[in-house]
């Protein structure tokens, strides 16, 4: 089980930070991602790490002024994002995927999912 938390209203120049906690499976095994999805549009891919942080990818929406980490002692990973504007406001995922070569971007690869933190960002 995902469950993502941090989300809310935001102010525009302002910065999110969230964290999703993992409960069940082997969280430290596990590639998290970050997407986020706004109202008519296609799930996005913000950013994603590896079991071991190692490896990092980010979308190109994020790249810049996105950081995400992880804690493998306390099965969570956290996304922290800067300088919003009005086109970062959207429901927030995080999501598993079993290890790989690599940081996947599609959200077709990662299996679990958590319910999504809504931000919204004002201007």
């Known amino acids: 089980q995902l469950q993502a938390f941090g989300g809310g209203l935001v102010q525009a120049g302002g910065s999110l930070s969230l964290s999703c906690s993992v409960s069940g499976g082997d969280f430290s095994n596990y590639y998290m991602g970050w997407f986020r999805q706004s109202p008519g549009k296609e799930r996005e891919f913000c950013a994603g790490i590896s079991s071991s942080s190692t490896a990092i990818n980010f979308g190109a929406s994020a790249r810049g002024r996105a950081t995400i980490s992880r804690d493998n002692a306390k099965n969570t990973v956290y996304l922290q994002m800067n300088s919003l504007n009005s086109e970062d406001t959207a429901v927030y995922y995080c999501?598993?995927?079993?290890?790989?070569?690599?940081?996947?971007?599609?959200?077709?690869?990662?299996?679990?999912w958590g319910q999504g933190t809504q931000v919204t960002v004002s201007s």
């Open positions: 999501a598993a995927a079993t290890s790989r070569s690599r940081v996947p971007l599609g959200a077709q690869y990662y299996a679990f």
